[in-house]
């Protein structure tokens, strides 16, 4: 069924006359009559009458006229699920409980206005596809991994290095350090349970291990972040990494410490990408956002493989 037919159907059937509905339209009122007689054609059936008056609907146009308003409803709604600023703008954090999705948070503090849908896709790879597919408008990422290159026309703004911080319980040998280096935790055990095999977290701490020693464990299942940290808890041996930005509350007997790593301070590399044909205005309100209030690196010596992507004029030390 023509559309456009039917919204001159439905605009006769408002005024009560062609040529009224012709100017609502912004039509002659030849091309309206030709709407009209299509429409009827196509369904078999006269749907007005002209009188002296205009025209007035026949049975069969009183019993059309409910249901070509749904219809120019659906269409309405179907073109503003897709409108540029009218949908919801769809951003991919990895987790809710990781940095990225501190960072939409903050945004949507400043911004109320502009509606969001926020989703967390599990790797890299699947996370750019669904950017070059349009299913997200944007997405947090650590890029580009090793033999990996960003599809033509996707961009990508590097928002947070966040800066690690080793998460022992009080009976660790480094539970009361004020800070570590790197090469000190050479031998010993990282216990990373989500840290899986094909991601880019677990290419970050695969070269982070290659160049500083530490045993990185990923055996075990992962039952989350609380029962990672009870385990940690009550380990002399067992660490694992944390960032001051990762929300957590501990029961006050787990007595756990995040300390901090330095000389390098290896972080961790976030940017956003998006498509560069993306014309959605909620997706430069939060590119603008994320430059407003970025952070100010870590002081000091910095760390990430040498894969990862940097600002301009940022420099950090190589991967061994």
């Given at each position: 069924m023509d559309l456009k037919a039917v919204r001159a159907f439905v605009a006769i059937a408002d005024s009560g006359?062609?040529?009224?509905?012709?100017?609502?339209?912004?039509?002659?009122q030849q091309a309206v009559s030709k709407r009209i007689a299509a429409l009827e054609k196509d369904l078999g059936v006269r749907l007005l009458v002209r009188t002296p008056r205009g025209a007035d609907l026949t049975i069969d146009g009183q019993a059309l006229l409910p249901h070509a308003r749904v219809l120019l409803g659906a269409e309405e709604r179907a073109v503003a699920a897709v409108r540029p600023g009218d949908r919801a703008l769809r951003v991919d954090v990895v987790g809710r409980r990781a940095a990225p999705g501190g960072l939409v948070?903050?945004?949507?503090?400043a911004h109320p206005e502009i509606p969001l849908d926020v989703v967390t896709l599990f790797d890299g790879d699947t996370a750019v596809a669904a950017v070059r597919d349009g299913a997200v408008d944007a997405t947090f990422r650590a890029v580009t991994l090793p033999g990996h290159r960003l599809p033509d026309g996707i961009a990508a703004l590097p928002v947070?290095?966040?800066?690690?911080?080793?998460?022992?319980?009080?009976?660790h040998v480094f539970a009361r350090a004020a800070s570590v280096t790197p090469a000190q935790l050479a031998g010993h055990r990282?216990?990373?349970?989500?840290?899986?095999?094909?991601?880019?977290?677990h290419a970050y701490y695969e070269d982070f291990a290659a160049a500083f020693g530490p045993a990185v464990d990923t055996i075990g299942p992962n039952f989350g972040l609380e029962a990672l940290l009870d385990t940690i808890a009550g380990s002399p041996d067992l660490a694992t990494f944390l960032s001051e930005r990762t929300p957590h509350v501990w029961p006050a007997g787990h007595d756990l410490r995040l300390v901090p790593l330095r000389d390098p301070t290896p972080v961790y590399p976030h940017s956003l990408l998006w498509r560069t044909d993306n014309a959605h205005p909620g997706l430069t309100a939060?590119?603008?956002?994320?430059?407003?209030?970025?952070?100010?690196?870590?002081?000091?010596?910095?760390?990430?493989?040498?894969?990862?992507?940097?600002?301009?004029?940022?420099?950090?030390?190589?991967?061994?």
């Amino acid at each position: 069924m023509d559309l456009k037919a039917v919204r001159a159907f439905v605009a006769i059937a408002d005024s009560g006359q062609f040529q009224k509905a012709a100017v609502d339209l912004g039509l002659t009122q030849q091309a309206v009559s030709k709407r009209i007689a299509a429409l009827e054609k196509d369904l078999g059936v006269r749907l007005l009458v002209r009188t002296p008056r205009g025209a007035d609907l026949t049975i069969d146009g009183q019993a059309l006229l409910p249901h070509a308003r749904v219809l120019l409803g659906a269409e309405e709604r179907a073109v503003a699920a897709v409108r540029p600023g009218d949908r919801a703008l769809r951003v991919d954090v990895v987790g809710r409980r990781a940095a990225p999705g501190g960072l939409v948070r903050d945004f949507h503090r400043a911004h109320p206005e502009i509606p969001l849908d926020v989703v967390t896709l599990f790797d890299g790879d699947t996370a750019v596809a669904a950017v070059r597919d349009g299913a997200v408008d944007a997405t947090f990422r650590a890029v580009t991994l090793p033999g990996h290159r960003l599809p033509d026309g996707i961009a990508a703004l590097p928002v947070l290095d966040e800066a690690l911080r080793l998460c022992v319980g009080p009976g660790h040998v480094f539970a009361r350090a004020a800070s570590v280096t790197p090469a000190q935790l050479a031998g010993h055990r990282i216990w990373m349970p989500g840290n899986v095999p094909g991601t880019e977290w677990h290419a970050y701490y695969e070269d982070f291990a290659a160049a500083f020693g530490p045993a990185v464990d990923t055996i075990g299942p992962n039952f989350g972040l609380e029962a990672l940290l009870d385990t940690i808890a009550g380990s002399p041996d067992l660490a694992t990494f944390l960032s001051e930005r990762t929300p957590h509350v501990w029961p006050a007997g787990h007595d756990l410490r995040l300390v901090p790593l330095r000389d390098p301070t290896p972080v961790y590399p976030h940017s956003l990408l998006w498509r560069t044909d993306n014309a959605h205005p909620g997706l430069t309100a939060l590119r603008e956002h994320l430059v407003a209030i970025r952070p100010r690196p870590p002081e000091g010596e910095l760390w990430l493989p040498s894969w990862a992507k940097r600002p301009p004029g940022r420099a950090a030390s190589p991967a061994a």
